[in-house]
């Protein structure tokens, strides 16, 4: 008695081509790594606080009608909210926490790899790295606080409005969320980082100052990250999406 099998295209293990995993086509991925990426940047430019400028009125309200202060996390850190964002409108909120741990994972070790390096008997003419990497352990740890109620409720809340509005209304879940979620993250974040090392009126100014800015550049980047979702939406395979229409939102409305 004879048996037959049937045919497979692939070749058995060891044979012809190499086995590898298969990877499902996503752009999710891609927006990990940026986002991690972001948030690592982030973790060691927030080591300086620089001045900015000096606004009339605004200025007078702190420090004295003096320049306002910011941190070297204010050129990339907002992004990191606008991606998550971008995670949690397309993906949902438990694949934007998957990427939120990841960042706090990598923030834990970068700090850890900074401690140790700083440990070590510089070479003459690179003491100045102790000094740079010092402060990182505070900070992450302050940015750990931070990022980890801030961008929690900010995922949050995206979710839950989304469940509720579908399609429409994007721009204003963005912009609600980002407003409570910087807030919690900007009070935490300095509290943790600069208490004691820097006075009242100095950390009245910083926190201030980093939530309006972060804030406003996230609001005036909503036109590009409407259109960032809009791509993607339309562009990953097991997303169902569905234009919104006048007659959708009336009857939901009704």
């Not at 440990?119 to 750990?144: H, I, K, M, S, Y």
């Not at 590009?224 to 006048?246: A, F, M, N, Q, S």
Request: glycine letters at 8%; a neutral charge.
């Amino acid at each position: 008695m004879t048996t037959t099998t049937e045919p497979t295209d692939r070749p058995a293990s060891g044979q012809g081509t190499p086995e590898y995993a298969e990877v499902p086509h996503s752009h999710y991925d891609l927006f990990v790594g940026i986002f991690v990426g972001l948030l690592l940047l982030s973790g060691v430019t927030a080591a300086k606080l620089f001045y900015g400028p000096t606004i009339p009125v605004f200025s007078d309200l702190f420090y004295g009608g003096g320049p306002l202060i910011f941190d070297g996390g204010a050129f990339l850190f907002p992004l990191a909210y606008i991606v998550g964002d971008i995670l949690a409108e397309v993906y949902g909120y438990r694949r934007a926490r998957r990427a939120i741990f990841i960042g706090f994972l990598m923030l834990i070790v970068a700090a850890l790899t900074y401690q140790v390096v700083a440990l070590t008997t510089p070479v003459e003419g690179f003491e100045a790295w102790n000094d740079a990497l010092a402060p990182t352990l505070r900070l992450t740890l302050a940015g750990l606080a931070g990022f980890f109620v801030g961008s929690l409720v900010n995922a949050k809340i995206v979710s839950r409005m989304k469940e509720r509005m579908k399609e429409r209304s994007v721009a204003l879940r963005l912009i609600l969320s980002t407003l409570v979620g910087e807030f919690l993250d900007t009070l935490v974040f300095c509290l943790v980082a600069f208490a004691g090392t820097i006075s009242l009126a100095e950390l009245a100014n910083y926190t201030v100052t980093g939530y309006i800015y972060k804030c406003l550049v996230e609001i005036l980047i909503v036109p590009l990250t409407l259109l960032i979702i809009r791509w993607l939406k339309r562009h990953e395979p097991t997303y169902r999406y569905e234009e919104p229409t006048e007659r959708s939102t009336a009857t939901a409305a009704a």
